[in-house]
């Protein structure tokens, strides 16, 4: 059922593809952006809030809920901003909507909510011609069959890849053969750079029956450089543009399973965060903006500050490995299991 859907999603946007890849905005989750390719803005409105409601809750299948069809008649008192914005030429219907009234949908609906915690994917690919796929090949269109697989996967699921920029430092230090070969180290070494937590290494193969296929696999590498793998596929299909897009996907599914949260309505949790090397006030408040943008978390207050150590008391919206799931990926926070203490951080810029 979850193919389906998603297929069905992804096939109302292809006709983008005749047109051109294009430059998409920065992502927001509760933003809906569709192509203007109707005037039944009605239409518009209700295929926007769809996609929100796929970001938001991670859930592809959400839209086939009867819950679902019963917001459409809604709509309207979901909205903050609507209207129309031309992106390379294109034009797009865009639909802002209440972040919590959405959030409130979906708890009604008892569905998990994911939040900004949306980490971006280094993807080290080697493609058909045996060459690195760069950010700039990416960026400039030179092959526009596989930008357009990743934008639509971007665009439906709120997440966006990341690629090398394959300067000449970095091809000194990494060629195709590495990642072929998965020599992790060597990638976690060209990977230091990008501060990047989850990398992709992937092969992109045309084969001979003219089908094309991605072996790939999803690794998460903390401080030290130790590599957890967490995904390992390998997508046939018949088109480039689908394989790329599958593996998006996919891993917009895992980030789903770990980052997303089922609100707990009962009595709140509550934990004591200690953060080292806070010094100064645009730490401080740099700290404030990283706790208010955790789904995981419902409030908190500074309970104690001193010169080495600043200490938080968070509720929490759902259990303790949520709040720990969306700690661990924030760049600012690496956790300190130095003194045996769980919920320990070190600040870093």
């Known amino acids: 059922m979850k193919m389906n859907v998603l297929v069905r999603f992804l096939a109302a946007m292809s006709v983008l593809y005749s047109i051109h890849s294009i430059a998409l905005p920065e992502m927001d989750p509760y933003r809906g952006l569709v192509l203007a390719e109707q005037s039944n803005e009605n239409a518009l409105r209700e295929e926007a809030l769809k996609q929100v409601l796929i970001k938001v809750s991670g859930n592809v299948d959400i839209v086939t ?17 609507f209207g129309y914005q031309n992106i390379d030429g294109v034009r797009f219907y865009y639909a802002l909507f209440d972040k919590s009234k959405i959030n409130k949908a979906l708890n009604d609906m008892q569905q998990p909510i ?3 915690t949306r ?5 080290w690919l080697v493609n058909e011609n045996r060459k690195i796929t760069s950010e700039y090949m990416i960026n400039s269109q030179q092959d526009k069959d596989l930008s357009w697989g990743l934008q639509k996967a971007e ?12 300067d000449l430092d970095e091809t000194l230090m990494i060629g195709s053969s590495d990642i072929s070969g998965r020599f992790h ?32 696999e999803l690794v998460q590498y903390d401080p030290q450089n130790n590599k957890k793998q967490l995904i390992n596929k390998r997508i046939t299909a018949d088109e480039k543009t689908d394989v790329m897009a599958q593996m998006l996907n996919d891993i917009a599914d895992y980030y789903a399973q770990k980052f997303a949260i089922f609100e707990n309505n009962g009595e ?30 419902e409030r908190f207050k500074v309970v104690e500050i001193n010169q080495q150590q600043v200490k938080v008391l968070v509720t929490l919206k759902g259990g303790l490995m949520s709040l720990e799931n969306a700690l661990n990926a924030q760049s600012h926070l690496q956790s300190d299991s130095s003194g045996g203490s769980y919920f320990q951080y070190n600040w870093q810029l």
């Open 114 to 116: 994911w939040g900004e």
């Open 155 to 166: 665009l439906q699921r709120g997440i966006e890849a990341k690629f090398p920029i394959l």
């Open 119 to 123: 980490p971006s994917p280094l993807i």
């Open 65 to 81: 809920l009867d819950e679902s069809g019963n917001l459409m008649t809604n709509i309207r008192s979901m909205l903050s901003q």
């Open 268 to 297: 709140k949790l509550t934990q004591v965060l200690s953060i080292n090397n806070i010094t100064t006030l645009s730490d401080l408040t740099l700290l404030n903006q990283v706790l208010e943008g955790l789904n995981a978390v």
């Open 185 to 216: 180290q060597v990638v976690a070494d060209a990977s230091k750079r990008y501060d990047a937590e989850y990398v992709v290494l992937a092969n992109l193969y045309k084969m001979r029956t003219g089908k094309w296929q991605l072996k790939w």
